[in-house]
C-alpha cells in the first residue's frame, strides 16, 4: 500500500516563527502536493512538484515556500508564520500520469496552530 | 478541467446501499471521473475512477451514464465507518498530467443505525 507520511499531526506555533511541514512518500511517485484546507473553503492548493528540485505554484502560494531535494520528501516551509496561516495541512502524492490516470495518495494531514 | 456538481449532504440506513449522485455535464472525451472521501480528521482518500465504462472495487462501484454527464457512486452495503465526506472530481489523464485535483464541497454522507 502507498504510504504518505507527514512529520507531525499536531503542532503550535508563534507568530513570525519559520515552520517546516515534512512530507515523505514511499512509492517512488513523481507528483507530490501540498493542500490546505479549511472550514467552507474545501480543500486548495498550495505548491505541487512533478520532479525533483521542479516545483509549481497553486492556488495560495501566497506565504509559502516549497523544497524537493529528494523524491520521497518534499517539504512545505512557512518563512514567518502568520495567524492566518493556522490551518489543516495536507500532502499527497501521485504518479505521473502514463498509465492515463494517476489517482492521489494523501497523508494524514498536520493540524497548525499559529498564536 | 470540467466543473461537478453534488449535493451537499445525503443521509442513508446502516446495511443499505447509499447511492451519490455527481453531474459533470461539461466533461471532456479524455477527462476521467474519480471519487474521493474523508472521514472527519483525516486525509482523503482515493475510492474508484473511470472513463467510460462502469468499475467495481473491493470499496464501490461507479456507475457513469453513457453520454457520460453525471455519474454515481454507490456504495452496496453502507456501514457507520462511511460517515464521511465524499468527492466526485473530474480531471484529465493522460502522461505529464501533473495530476492537479480542484476539490469542490463534496456531499456530506451520513449513515445511521
Known amino acids: 500500500d502507498v504510504k504518505v507520511t507527514q512529520s507531525s499531526r499536531y503542532l503550535v506555533k508563534r507568530t513570525g516563527e519559520k515552520v517546516f511541514l515534512e512530507c515523505v512518500q514511499d512509492?517512488?511517485?513523481?507528483?507530490m502536493f501540498w493542500y490546505r484546507q479549511d472550514p467552507g473553503l474545501g480543500l486548495r492548493l498550495i505548491y505541487f512538484?512533478?520532479?525533483?528540485?521542479?516545483?509549481e505554484k497553486g492556488d495560495i502560494p501566497e506565504g509559502y515556500s516549497v523544497s524537493r531535494e529528494k523524491k520521497e520528501r518534499f517539504s512545505l516551509i512557512l518563512e514567518s508564520a502568520s495567524t492566518n496561516q493556522t490551518s489543516m495541512y495536507l500532502c499527497?502524492?501521485?504518479?505521473?500520469?502514463?498509465?492515463?490516470?494517476?489517482?492521489?495518495?494523501f497523508g494524514p494531514g498536520t493540524r497548525l496552530t499559529v498564536l | 478541467d470540467a466543473k461537478t456538481t453534488q449535493p451537499p449532504s445525503m443521509d442513508c440506513a446502516e446495511g443499505r446501499a447509499a447511492n451519490l449522485p455527481c453531474n459533470h455535464s461539461?466533461?471532456?472525451?479524455?477527462?476521467?471521473v474519480y471519487w474521493y472521501r474523508q472521514i472527519h480528521s483525516q486525509g482523503p482518500q482515493y475510492i474508484i475512477h473511470?472513463?467510460?465504462n462502469n468499475e467495481t472495487n473491493e470499496m464501490a462501484s461507479l456507475i457513469i451514464t453513457e453520454d457520460r454527464k453525471s455519474s454515481t457512486l454507490i456504495l452496496p452495503h453502507a456501514t457507520l465507518r462511511d460517515t464521511a465526506v465524499y468527492y466526485c472530481?473530474?480531471?484529465?489523464?493522460?502522461?505529464?498530467?501533473?495530476?492537479?485535483?480542484?476539490f469542490g464541497q463534496g456531499t456530506t454522507l451520513q449513515v445511521k443505525p
Open positions: 461539461t466533461i471532456s472525451g479524455n477527462e476521467y
Open positions: 512538484s512533478y520532479d525533483v528540485k521542479m516545483k
Open positions: 473511470g472513463l467510460k
Open positions: 499527497a502524492s501521485s504518479t505521473n500520469g502514463l498509465a492515463g490516470y494517476n489517482e492521489q495518495f
Open positions: 472530481i473530474v480531471r484529465e489523464g493522460g502522461s505529464g498530467n501533473t495530476g492537479k485535483l480542484i
Open positions: 512509492m517512488d511517485h513523481e507528483n
